[in-house]
């Protein structure tokens, strides 16, 4: 970090300890302290570069964080926890982490395959083309038996798509949504015994109408229904949150991702629409994984249910935005993803009644970068399985169970808005991840991923479903 004289630092930084002063931003204190020897943007200057991923001292964050604080002043870094806080050794520890992220793909950027071109990952080559073109904002997908294709558009739009042609008109009837922000259509599933009830699962943010019409609040309901001549029917609310609990129209946090398990309840998962605390309110059912029979039953080993007050359908809690939800067909584990703040993007093993920390633990920070906690984990709290610095804003996610890429069998595929990445995951007998890499990045806003039952593998593209297949066929 700066380089003066060691001992004129040390008594600097000694008598500049800031006394309970609002945290301050990372990037000025990288240019306050830092800079001089690092660089503006820690790419090396007087002193060694800390974004080449190679550390004398350990790359885990809690070297990067004692190095901070404590320094190694024989090697001529300074100790800066007498100025700086501990809440701003997190965010410079964030702040290090996105550079250095950022560092490492200008080195060796992803692969951006063309259409129909083959592109190569470390198990398969494959090619992208495209399976059903014209769509806008698609947001969640589902194969019928049939070999149809259900697609949500965020608009409000559920279409059909026929052999790779979509249906002209989108089915007629769906609920109405609202649109604004992060608000619209959701996900869809089909009940697991389709073939038989033909019902059909959807999660959308629920306008709440004043006594003008104009659409003041939402929230995330789930409705099912069934598909006959292209019209939605038979409608069923499965969960509708209190009025009382809506929130602001627009707005962000929506979650609106549904998995059913091998007992045949279904999940669903609520964001906390913005306000950080209510994911810790068992009161309120934002910022939960829920919990309730395929017709909106609240199962009665559910883990609030005796609870006073407490929302009987919650099944885990302290959740930000989780916008991915699928159960490992191999091992019938419920995993799910979510939206962490600036950094901090999670990806847990959701168990019944565990609390996942929201807001009160996070490896992120504030989005203008000041630190929010140095709290990154409580015996109380279940740990994330990983984590995202900087964040990819995960979105839909699948267990790949085709025989189309064998070397894929049972790994995880995640799609991200931010990043615009389809990334790989290979998860452990121990449930830890043991392998992970991005197989492509740069074509657009990613929000849902599903291994098709032709074995391929299909990603939502912002205007057309893609499919990626084996690149020897």
């Known amino acids: 970090m700066r380089i003066l004289p060691l001992l004129a630092t040390l008594v600097l930084l000694a008598s500049s300890a800031p006394a309970q002063q609002p945290a301050r931003d990372s990037r000025k204190i990288v240019a306050e302290f830092c800079a001089g020897c690092h660089g503006l943007n820690l790419e090396g200057g007087s002193g060694p570069s800390l974004v080449d991923e190679v550390w004398i001292h350990g790359s885990d964050e809690a070297s990067i964080g004692t190095a901070i604080r404590n320094g190694y002043p024989a090697a001529g870094m300074p100790p800066f926890g007498a100025a700086v806080s501990d809440k701003e050794i997190r965010g410079l520890v964030v702040y290090i982490r996105e550079l250095a992220g950022h560092a490492a793909e200008r080195r060796t950027p992803p692969p951006l395959p063309a259409e129909n071109a083959v592109a190569s990952s470390k198990l398969h080559s494959y090619r992208v083309e495209t399976a059903v073109a014209g769509l806008r904002e698609p947001w969640a997908l589902a194969f019928l038996p049939d070999g149809r294709l259900l697609i949500t558009e965020k608009r409000g739009t559920l279409r059909v798509a026929d052999k790779g042609v979509l249906v002209e008109q989108p089915v007629n009837g769906v609920p109405a949504v609202d649109t604004g922000g992060q608000a619209g259509l959701f996900d869809v599933v089909l009940h697991p015994d389709y073939a038989r009830n033909g019902w059909i699962y959807l999660a959308f943010s629920d306008p709440l109408k004043n006594a003008e019409g104009r659409t003041t609040a939402s ?24 009025p009382e609990t809506f929130r602001p129209a627009g707005g962000v946090h929506f979650g609106g991702r549904l998995a059913f398990d091998r007992a045949g309840f279904l999940y669903f998962s609520i964001g906390e629409r913005g306000q950080g605390p209510n994911a810790q309110d068992v009161k309120l059912p934002n910022g939960k994984i829920h919990r309730v029979y395929d017709d909106g039953r609240v199962p009665e080993d559910n883990p609030f249910v005796h609870t006073p007050g407490a929302d009987p359908t919650i099944w885990s809690y302290g959740h930000r935005n989780p916008q991915g939800l699928r159960l490992n067909p191999a091992t019938g584990e419920l995993w799910e993803h979510e939206h962490g703040p600036r950094g901090g993007d999670e990806l847990n093993l959701i168990q019944r009644g565990r609390n996942y920390g929201w807001p009160e633990a996070t490896f992120g920070m504030n989005y203008n970068g000041t630190p929010m906690t140095d709290v990154t984990g409580r015996p109380d709290v279940e740990p994330p399985v990983t984590y995202w610095i900087p964040s990819i804003a995960p979105c839909g996610m699948a267990f790949y169970t085709g025989d189309r890429f064998p070397k894929w069998k049972n790994h995880l595929f995640i799609t991200s808005l931010a990043a615009q990445e389809l990334r790989r995951l290979e998860i452990g007998k121990d449930g830890k991840v043991v392998d992970q890499e991005i197989i492509f990045k740069g074509l657009g806003r990613l929000r849902d991923v599903a291994d098709g039952p032709d074995g391929n593998l299909y990603v939502l593209l912002p205007d057309r479903v893609a499919r990626l297949v084996p690149a020897s066929n």
């Open 219 to 242: 929230m995330t309901t789930v409705v099912r229904g069934r598909l006959k001549d292209n019209a939605w029917t038979d409608q069923q609310v499965i969960f509708r949150a209190p």
